[in-house]
């Protein structure tokens, strides 16, 4: 059996190839001269970064961190009340306990165990029975204003339970104790301690998650109300 082979040759138009290598080098020539250019010129010196000037800028005045603070507190739905002074506040605190109608009422630290004593407010020392409480009173160590945070440690002698196993968990702090951020709290501690302690927690708001479904849920893992006491030694 025999094939036969056909071969067609096209002519090749080498003007046309000519024209388009010529662009091509202009093309090319005009990308070096950009580069060669650019390199001539020298850069801008990037400004140095600042890392000690805070990136927030407190304009408040230091009695409006009280108002900043209860206002972003609320925004995390947790309560704030104000007390002109120490009697102010324990009548506010019954108030909410019989509101709350609690009984199992918890207070660890001693400072605030002898305060109480001399008031009509029942709570136990007991550390033991914890699972029955209702609710736990603390301390604590500053107050965030930008945030709405509580800030407590392990230092306070409150233990790491009372202020996250109780449904209702109520702090008492002073005036004298709120800060702007948390960068001026973390610098006041040391300043306190010399060294960090242990446990740093800052509490903002009632406990909350939303694992389920993406629907937020208070209380699931922790308070389920948050209420700050916020007692005036100011004046």
């Known amino acids: 059996m025999k094939f036969k082979v056909q071969i067609w040759f096209c ?5 046309a190839i000519e024209i388009v290598v010529s662009e091509m080098n202009k093309d090319r020539e005009k990308i070096l001269q950009a580069i060669h250019k650019a390199l001539q010129t020298p850069s801008v010196k990037p400004v140095r970064p600042d890392f000690n000037t805070s990136i927030y800028n407190p304009d408040e005045k230091n009695e409006d961190w009280a108002i900043l603070f209860a206002q972003n507190l609320k925004k995390v739905q947790g309560e704030f ?18 509101h709350k109608k609690a009984n199992e009422i918890f ?3 001693k400072e605030l165990q002898n305060f109480l004593e001399i008031t009509d407010v029942p709570f136990q020392k007991n550390t033991q029975n ?10 604590c160590e500053y107050l965030i204003a930008r945030t709405g945070s509580v800030l ?5 002698n409150l233990g790491r339970s009372l202020s996250i196993y109780p449904p209702i968990h109520i702090v008492v702090a002073f005036a004298s104790q709120i800060v702007y951020d948390v960068e001026t709290a973390l610098a ?5 301690y ?5 446990m740093l927690s ?23 109300e948050l209420h700050v006491f916020l007692i005036d030694n100011n004046s």
């Open 107 to 109: 207070v660890w630290e």
């Open 11 to 15: 002519p090749l138009n080498f003007q």
């Open 188 to 192: 006041k501690m040391r300043e306190k």
């Open 152 to 156: 407590v440690s392990s230092k306070q």
């Open 81 to 98: 009340c104000y007390c002109t002074d120490e009697k102010d506040f324990i009548a506010n605190l019954l108030g909410l306990i019989k």
């Open 202 to 224: 800052f509490i903002t708001g009632p406990s909350r998650t939303a694992d389920i479904e993406k629907t937020l849920v208070l209380g699931a893992h922790g308070p389920k």
């Open 130 to 139: 914890l699972k029955n409480a209702e609710i736990g009173i603390t301390s």
């Open 194 to 198: 010399k060294v960090f302690p242990s």
